[in-house]
C-alpha cells in the first residue's frame, strides 16, 4: 500500500476491521498487546513481511513472531510436542512465545522465519489485539512497533515517534499493561529459554518441573531479541549504578532521588511496565548520560535487566 500518511485508528469495531482490511491488503498495521505494541502484516505475504523489515531497518536474518487467536491457528502452522502443550495450557494466552518446528504446509512467508526451520508463535492476552485477529482471520507477524535496536513501544504515540508516515495505521489501545516483550522458550527434547520476558522464568521451570537451559545470545538469531544491542535510548547507558556522576541522569529503582523512578517502593511489576516509557522520556529530555539503579535479577528483573543490558552494549 502506499503510505502518505499514519492513520491514527480507535478500538470501534468500525476501525478494527479497517485494520484487518489493511492487513488483508497487504498494508502494515500497528496493534497493542499486553506486552508492547506490535508492528503487523499478513505472516503469508511475502510483500507484506518485507515491508516490515524495510518500515523497522530491520536485519533479514532475525526472525518475527507470529500472533495467532486461538491454539488451533498455532497448530496449523507448526507441530506441538509435550512440552509445547502443557507451556500453553498454562501460559496462552499470555505473554509467552514458543519455538516450534514449522509444518511444511504453514504457508507462511521464508521471511518470517528468516529461513530457519522453525516458527515462533504466541497468543497474546490482549483484547483489542485478540480482536483484530480474529477480525482478520489469520496468523499476522509482529515484531515490536519501533525501529530496529531502538525503544519498544508501549502507547501508540511510542509507535507513531518512531514510524509515523511509514506504516498504514496504529489502532489506539492505550498502554500496555506487561510492559515487556515476551519470554521466548524452544520447545523440543532439550526446551531453551531464548528471550527472557512478561512470564518469569522460574513460573516456566515450575510448569514444566525441571531447569531450562539459557541461550540469550545469538550471532544468528533463532528468535527475536537475541541481538547484544537492542533496546536502545539516544544516551549511552550505564548500569547497577548507586551513586551517578556528573552530567548523568538517573533511572532509579527503589527509595531513591531520581529523575525518573521505575518503581520507588521497588515493585518489579510495576517497573517492568514502566521501562520502555521511562526510556521513552529520557529521550524527550534529551539525556545523553543514563545511570541506572541496580534491579533485583529475579521474576520480572531478570527481563528487565537483559533489556538494560542490550540498551546499555556497544552500539554499531
Not at 492513520?7 to 488483508?24: E, F, Q, V, W
Not at 508463535?121 to 485477529?133: N, S
Not at 541506572?292 to 521474576?299: A, K, L, Q, R, T
Request: hydrophobic residues 45%; proline residues 7%; contains cysteine.
Amino acid at each position: 500500500m502506499s503510505r502518505n500518511r499514519t492513520l491514527r485508528l480507535t478500538t470501534s469495531h468500525a476501525d478494527l476491521g479497517r485494520a484487518a482490511d489493511i492487513l488483508g491488503d497487504g498494508g502494515l498495521v500497528a496493534f497493542p498487546t499486553e506486552t508492547v505494541y506490535g508492528l503487523g502484516a499478513d505472516a503469508r505475504n511475502d510483500t507484506a513481511v518485507a515491508s516490515i523489515y524495510a518500515a523497522k531497518g530491520r536485519p533479514s536474518f532475525n526472525p518475527l513472531i507470529v500472533h495467532v487467536a486461538d491454539i488451533d491457528a498455532a497448530r496449523a502452522l507448526c507441530v506441538f510436542d509435550d512440552t509445547a502443550e502443557r507451556l500453553a495450557a498454562v501460559f496462552w494466552p499470555g505473554a509467552l512465545t514458543l519455538v516450534l518446528p514449522l509444518r511444511a504446509q504453514s504457508g507462511l512467508s521464508k521471511l518470517v522465519t528468516a529461513g530457519l526451520d522453525t516458527v515462533a508463535v504466541r497468543m497474546p492476552d490482549h483484547p483489542v489485539g485478540q480482536a483484530l485477529l480474529r477480525a482478520f482471520g489469520g496468523p499476522v507477524a509482529a515484531p515490536s512497533a519501533n525501529p530496529s535496536g531502538r525503544i519498544s513501544p508501549t502507547t501508540a504515540a511510542h509507535v507513531l515517534s518512531g514510524l509515523d508516515g511509514m506504516i498504514d495505521g496504529v489502532v489506539d489501545g492505550g498502554p500496555c499493561d506487561t510492559g515487556l516483550e515476551s519470554t521466548i522458550v524452544r520447545c523440543g527434547d532439550e526446551p531453551a529459554l531464548l528471550r527472557a520476558g512478561g512470564v518469569p522464568l522460574e513460573a516456566i521451570e515450575a510448569c514444566l518441573g525441571e531447569a531450562l537451559a539459557t541461550q540469550l545470545h545469538a550471532q544468528k538469531p533463532q528468535a527475536p531479541g537475541q541481538l547484544a544491542s537492542h533496546y536502545a535510548p539516544q544516551g549511552r547507558v550505564r548500569l547497577d549504578v548507586t551513586t551517578p556522576e556528573q552530567g548523568e541522569t538517573l533511572l532509579g529503582f527503589g527509595s531513591v532521588e531520581a529523575a525518573l523512578n521505575l518503581s520507588p517502593s521497588g515493585d518489579l511489576t510495576e517497573a517492568a511496565a514502566r521501562l520502555f516509557d521511562c526510556l521513552h522520556q529520557l529521550d524527550a529530555m534529551g539525556a545523553a548520560a543514563i545511570a541506572v539503579s541496580p534491579i533485583p535479577d529475579h521474576g520480572l528483573g531478570r527481563a528487565i535487566n537483559d533489556r538494560l543490558r542490550r540498551a546499555a552494549a556497544p552500539r554499531d
